[in-house]
């Protein structure tokens, strides 16, 4: 009878402890074995093998009731190196973290003008970033690339970026891969990014991120896992055909219109306007409308047309949670949300609880960043220190 294979199970007890010290921080052997099952002789040398490896590393000691203090370990950050990027019509911006997730470096520049050339813009910036975080563009283990635009499933090709039209050699990013490298390197749709970093504030859920900003995007997240749909365009809400709540045809025919017309930085100052309200149809400006104290009619007719924006995704996936994001949708708050929970509660939909974003910042980048760590873990969790190098081992 076989005893199964020592290089499998050696790799088994590596990434197990791999995942506990990541939840965990810090453990003990003993609490190693306490979690693991692992016999003392056993877990003391996953520990050795992973410390020969730069997986982890010695992290000071823990006093104990009684006898001397045991030796705490921690996973070794510098084991691995991630970029995340976030790319607009105007800027690019990076941020380099380590394994354990801690920035050590970053980079922002806008774009010097119409038809920049991306390939060459991003790797500066790329690289640029792996400098100030002290490390060379090849130490980075993973690179996550976020658009405004719709990415195959796979995250190897941009299919349509309207949004991108400024910069020039998007249309074909073989070369950007080359420079990047290709296995370390995946494109993402900028609101699943945005989805991605959400779910660190409702993990295991399942929700519809309905995004606001310049457009209009969803992200649907089921069971703790993002749907990205079989050609990569889940979650593509903006040209999705709908009558429009509010204007009753003035705007559409009777077959409607996209949803995109809709909502964002344009329509909504358009709609503004319609209640006597001036604001320039910037993405800053009508941010700062959003904040003020709205009149009655306008909030309701927003909320109208954020409320139509999720109905589709709500009766058909059942998520339980809607999250409103985006800089217009966090910019309303509180008073969106409950108009937005009023409008959909009689509608016979699955009962499904709204809520606004917290999350601050740069949300794509944070995105972008969290899913090149989960990459390159899961990466190098698997591989365990059969995957390191001589040198590294």
Same mark, same amino acid.
Not at 30 to 42: M, V, Y
Not at 268 to 287: I, K, S, Y
């Given at each position: 009878m076989s005893t199964g294979n020592p290089t499998v199970f050696r790799t088994l007890n590596e990434r197990a402890a791999l995942e506990l010290l990541l939840q965990h921080g810090t453990l003990t052997r003993?609490?190693?074995?306490?979690?693991?099952?692992?016999?003392?002789?056993?877990a003391a040398e996953v520990l050795r093998r992973l410390e020969?490896?730069?997986?982890?590393?010695?992290?000071?000691?823990?006093?104990?009731?009684?006898?001397?203090?045991a030796q705490m370990w921690e996973l070794d950050g510098s084991a691995a190196w991630v970029a995340g990027v976030d790319l607009t019509a105007r800027a690019v911006e990076v941020t380099v973290a380590n394994l354990i997730g801690e920035v050590?470096?970053?980079f922002r520049a806008h774009a010097p003008g119409e038809g920049t050339d991306a390939v060459e813009f991003l790797t500066d910036a790329v690289e640029a970033a792996a400098v100030d975080a002290g490390i060379a563009l090849d130490d980075l283990d993973q690179i996550v690339l976020g658009v405004p635009g719709i990415v195959d499933a796979e995250g190897e090709r941009l299919r349509q970026a309207v949004q991108l039209s400024g910069w020039s050699h998007l249309d074909d990013l073989g070369d950007l891969r080359s420079r990047l490298g290709g296995e370390?390197?995946?494109?993402?749709?900028?609101?699943?990014?945005? #989805?991605?970093?959400?779910? =660190?504030?409702?993990?295991?859920?399942?929700?519809? *991120?309905?995004? &606001?900003?310049?457009?209009?995007?969803?992200?649907?997240?089921?069971?703790?896992?993002l749907w990205r749909g079989v050609t990569g365009r889940g979650g593509e809400v903006g040209s999705v055909i709908v009558p429009d709540p509010v204007s009753r045809g003035r705007l559409y025919g009777p077959d409607g219109g996209p949803l995109g017309a809709l909502l964002g930085t344009v329509p909504? #100052?358009?709609?503004?306007? =319609?209640?006597?309200?001036?604001?320039?149809?910037? *993405?800053?400006? &009508?941010?700062r409308l959003l904040r003020a104290e709205l009149p009655t009619g306008f909030l309701d007719d927003v909320a109208t047309r954020v409320a139509l924006g999720v109905t589709a995704a709500v009766g058909v996936l059942d998520p339980g949670r809607v999250v409103l994001g985006g800089p217009l949708c966090i910019a309303a708050g509180e008073p969106l949300r409950a108009c937005v929970d009023e409008l959909l509660a009689p509608t016979g939909l699955a009962p499904v609880a709204v809520a606004v974003s917290r999350v601050s910042g740069n949300a794509v980048l944070e995105g972008a960043v969290h899913y090149a760590l989960d990459l390159a873990r899961d990466r190098i969790f698997q591989a365990g220190t059969a995957g390191r190098t001589p040198n590294e081992s």
């Open positions: 003993a609490e190693l074995e306490f979690h693991t099952g692992l016999s003392k002789a056993s020969n490896g730069r997986l982890v590393r010695k992290a000071g000691t823990k006093p104990g009731p009684a006898g001397p203090a050590r470096g970053g370390r390197f995946r494109l993402e749709n900028d609101v699943n990014l945005v #989805a991605i970093r959400e779910l =660190e504030e409702h993990r295991g859920s399942s929700f519809v *991120l309905l995004w &606001v900003g310049s457009g209009v995007g969803a992200g649907a997240v089921l069971n703790g896992a909504l #100052a358009e709609l503004a306007r =319609e209640h006597g309200l001036d604001v320039e149809p910037t *993405l800053d400006a &009508v941010a």
